[in-house]
């Protein structure tokens, strides 16, 4: 009997459900601001909605409206949208390995659902198990993905009820929730190292007005926790 074969199905099943569920009540307030500066900028409830139900990005949806309110063209909202979503290329070449012998079907709802708290309970999950559980990572992504459009549909009918919603300070749940996700995964000390060389890196880039700061800070801690890594081995 394989190791996959050995796990319960149904635990793996609620373990999904169980395991994505506190970062999915913590993106509620991200999920609300959403909803409610798209009204604000002009966009309909159902327009609103459906950005949220084909689009699936929070922080390239939240950049998106922001543009959007501050009269940005077309092709500086694709922009935005590639540079902010580009992590995602990390995360699918981490899952490529497991993912090529999938049905196309189920490349392309993986694909769909992958974001930054899928992916990282499935790979935490992985390293636990020992091998790629699909029906866990697909659970926690559609978890996630129902939550999202349940706390954007809040917005926007708080959106459209409650003025200056954004004042709330709504958007600390989107720092708040990476932290959630960062802190567990720092378990070496190249990794610790490269958290901190991407923290110092965005908030000097910040002030320096680098373009695309947030990115160079991820490549630079990257890069730093990788030489790191390589010498301890």
């Known amino acids: 009997m394989s190791t996959e074969q050995a796990q319960p199905v149904r635990s793996i099943k609620l373990a999904a459900f169980f395991d994505i569920l506190p970062l999915s ?23 609103s909605q459906l950005m949220s139900l084909l689009v699936f990005a929070g922080a390239a949806q939240l950049s998106a409206v922001t543009l959007t309110g501050a009269g940005g063209g077309i092709a500086t909202i694709l922009g935005s949208t590639a540079v902010i979503s580009s ?46 559980p699909l029906d866990y990572a697909l659970i926690s992504g559609a978890t996630f993905y129902a939550i999202w459009n349940l706390s954007t ?52 880039f910040h002030k320096l007005e680098v373009p695309n700061d947030l990115l160079l800070s991820a490549l630079v801690g990257m890069v730093v926790g990788y030489c790191l890594d390589k010498e301890s081995d």
Not at 33 to 45: E, F, H, M, R
Not at 103 to 129: C, I, Y
């Open 25 to 47: 009540i913590a993106v509620i307030p991200w999920g609300i601001l959403c909803g409610s500066l798209a009204i604000q900028v002009g966009l309909s409830p159902l327009q």
């Open 87 to 132: 992590r995602h290329l990390l995360y699918s070449a981490t899952f490529r390995s497991h993912a090529m012998g999938l049905p196309l079907h189920h490349k392309m709802l993986m694909a769909f659902l992958l974001t930054d708290e899928m992916f990282a309970v499935t790979e935490n999950k992985r390293k636990e198990l020992g091998y790629f």
């Open 153 to 204: 549909l809040a917005g926007i009918v708080a959106g459209t009820s409650i003025p200056n919603l954004e004042s709330l300070g709504l958007e600390f749940a989107i720092a708040a929730t990476f932290i959630a996700m960062v802190v567990p995964n720092i378990q070496s000390s190249p990794v610790l190292v490269a958290v901190l060389v991407s923290a110092c890196c965005a908030v000097l």
